[in-house]
């Protein structure tokens, strides 16, 4: 189980900032999709690889370790300082925190929970990202996840947004993006520490990406 964080010590690595960078780079590649057609394969297998480390020791792990989460923690530290001005990125992680308040609480968090399980060895065999995975998660969020409110809209190029392969896609990465929300709520964060604590955020960022 993830240990909970000692907040008596406040200069160490906050670990649930790999969290919400987790959660911000799985949305970013939403995005990519949903515009393009295609994302980057590293961050892509990274979230989706995520999504069965259910019993990881340590938050880092869930992903690999850290340095996997670099893109994700230089998204967030450019949104906090105000250097960028991706409107839309922020917007979808609000999304994805507050579909995670009403997931926690619902009963469908055990059906994912058994269908991330049962699919499990497929994804071991074939790897995370093997197009039958995809399709098989993207099932099983339109099936659970889909019917909770509020929905997470995706907007993007039409002519991706027909393509089954893609939407199959974006659903995986979505339930990845979940599944780092979750971990976020786990390790004590909210949705009003995103919004309000920006300062205590950027600090925390700036540590684990110093060198």
Not at 90 to 109: G, I, K, N, T
Request: glycine content about 8%.
């Amino acid at each position: 189980m993830i240990p909970a964080i000692d907040r008596r010590q406040p200069g160490r690595r906050d670990p649930r900032v790999l969290a919400l960078a987790g959660l911000a780079q799985a949305l970013q590649q939403v995005r990519g999709i949903a515009e393009t057609g295609q994302g980057d394969g590293a961050i892509l297998q990274t979230a989706l690889e995520s999504v069965f480390r259910i019993d990881a020791d340590t938050p880092a792990a869930v992903y690999g370790g850290e340095a996997a989460l670099r893109p994700g923690l230089v998204l967030l530290q450019r949104y906090f300082r105000n250097e960028a001005r991706d409107e839309l990125l922020p917007r979808l992680v609000l999304s994805v925190l507050q579909l995670e308040q009403r997931f926690s609480r619902d009963a469908v968090a055990g059906r994912v929970h058994d269908g991330i399980l049962e699919l499990a060895p497929t994804a071991g065999r074939l790897g995370a990202t093997h197009p039958d995975v995809l399709a098989s998660l993207g099932t099983l969020y339109a099936q659970t996840v889909s019917q909770l409110r509020p929905r997470v809209l995706v907007k993007g190029n039409p002519h991706y947004l027909g393509q089954a392969a893609v939407v199959a896609e974006i659903r995986a990465v979505l339930l990845a993006a979940l599944r780092s929300a979750v971990l976020w709520r786990q390790l004590g964060g909210s949705m009003w520490d995103f919004l309000l604590r920006r300062r205590e955020l950027v600090a925390a960022i700036d540590r684990w990406l110093a060198p």
